[in-house]
């Protein structure tokens, strides 16, 4: 019955002595149930690091994020206005571009005008003068005379001067 004594019991006998045995077992639990409490608030810490870790590096991004999109709406805000201006010059020069059109085909129709004329043969450099009031009454028209563009492009409805030489008679 010795072996009894010592905590290790057999199959078919009960314990006789277990009060030594009994508390040492007890401490042996408690102490068992402190580390598991101890390792598991230091895995519940370990966890609430990890997790404040990764809500800093998230609101990092955030800020990073929040950074890059502006300085995206920035660049959007420059290209867009210098798209407007773009936009704005190629009208300007599409509308200047029509106009000169228009007054090289008023020059052309000038010119065969005068080739064709033979009351305005020039000989040997002299030089032939429009009036406006000529010009109109040639059929030309107010198109060239009185285009607004003229004044702002800072011509003037004053006689075209064109020498013979221009002519290639």
């Not at 408690?30 to 519940?44: G, I, L, V």
């Not at 959007?76 to 773009?86: K, L």
């Not at 571009?97 to 009351?119: A, C, D, K, V």
């Amino acid at each position: 019955m010795a072996s009894n004594s010592s905590g290790n019991s057999s199959a078919g006998s009960p314990p006789i002595q277990n009060s030594g045995s009994e508390e040492d077992l007890k401490n042996l639990m408690d102490q068992r149930k402190r580390k598991r409490m101890q390792s598991n608030r230091e895995s519940a810490r370990r966890s609430r690091l990890r997790k404040q870790k990764h809500l800093d590096d998230l609101m990092a991004q955030v800020a990073q994020l929040r950074k890059e999109n502006g300085q995206i709406l920035s660049s959007i805000n420059v290209t867009t206005q210098h798209y407007v201006n773009v936009e704005a010059e190629n009208s300007v020069l599409r509308a200047q571009m029509m106009e000169l059109t228009q007054r090289l085909q008023s020059l052309n129709e000038i010119l065969n005008y005068i080739n064709s004329s033979s009351s305005a043969t020039a000989v040997g450099g002299g030089s032939c003068m429009f009036e406006a009031e000529e010009f109109q009454h040639q059929g030309f028209g107010d198109s060239l005379l009185n285009n607004p563009w003229n004044n702002m492009m800072g011509l003037s409805q004053h006689p075209i001067m064109a020498s013979a030489e221009l002519f290639d008679y």
